[in-house]
């Protein structure tokens, strides 16, 4: 496909139960990107990879959040033991280069959870 | 700290010109974007302008940086109702990351 993709677009959960996000970057970006979006607010940076090295995990709020992206394509951000202030929506982005340089991020429809 | 503060809310009517103001704080930011998102839609880049700029036009856009007062401007020019939807500022940091303002809802009237 064209641009990013992530799934499931929608999902409903009870709290304490474990979900994860799915994320595929447009195809041959080197770099991946994890926002979340509380309604009524701007994305805030969660983490990133460049191909399939973590470069910065400094916006999870918590362990029970974490990301692997093993073969530095497809993502997967999972939230242990979800709570109901996690919910929200989760947005991917993917850029061409990668590297320290700011580059445009393209950004897929996003997952939105919502933990009961 | 990495702020970046936009107004909440702007209303116009079909054909005038809209303006969007946004303020940060992170003097290092090389690069200043504008976001739209659409109700169902992920985030639509619409324009970016490096920081040794003060002026880009796009089209409808023009964007304003005064890099002094730190105050960055979307101006959209015969706005259309197709133009409602809600409009990030972000800025780039280094390593890629972005930080964005809470967004501005703008309602187009015809």
């Known amino acids: 496909g064209a641009g990013v993709s992530q799934s499931p677009r929608y999902k409903v959960t009870k709290r304490g139960q474990d979900v994860a996000l799915r994320c595929d970057p447009i195809s041959g970006h080197v770099s991946l990107y994890w926002y979340r979006q509380a309604l009524g607010q701007g994305p805030e940076f969660l983490t990133y990879?460049?191909?399939?090295?973590?470069?910065?995990k400094s916006g999870l709020p918590n362990d029970r959040f974490s990301a692997e992206r093993p073969e530095g394509s497809i993502s997967t951000l999972t939230i242990q033991r979800t709570e109901q202030r996690d919910s929200a929506m989760y947005r991917c982005?993917?850029?061409?280069?990668?590297?320290?340089?700011?580059?445009?991020?393209?950004f897929g429809p996003g997952t939105r959870l919502l933990v009961l | 700290g990495e702020d970046v503060e936009q107004s909440l809310f702007l209303s116009v009517r079909e054909g005038d010109s809209s303006v969007i103001n946004c303020t940060y704080t992170?003097?290092?930011?090389?690069?200043l974007y504008w976001y739209k998102q659409e109700p169902g839609a992920g985030l639509q880049l619409l324009t970016y302008?490096?920081?040794?700029?003060d002026m880009k036009q796009d089209q409808r856009l023009t964007v304003l940086l005064n890099k002094k007062d730190k105050h960055l401007s979307l101006r959209i020019a015969d706005t259309q109702t197709g133009d409602s939807a809600i409009y990030f500022c972000?800025?780039?940091?280094?390593?890629?990351?972005?930080?964005f303002g809470a967004g501005t809802i703008l309602r187009v009237k015809s």
């Open positions: 302008i490096f920081s040794n700029m």
């Open positions: 982005a993917s850029s061409p280069l990668g590297g320290t340089h700011q580059e445009t991020q393209y």
């Open positions: 992170d003097s290092s930011s090389t690069y």
């Open positions: 990879f460049n191909y399939e090295a973590q470069q910065d």
């Open positions: 972000a800025e780039g940091l280094y390593g890629n990351k972005l930080v």
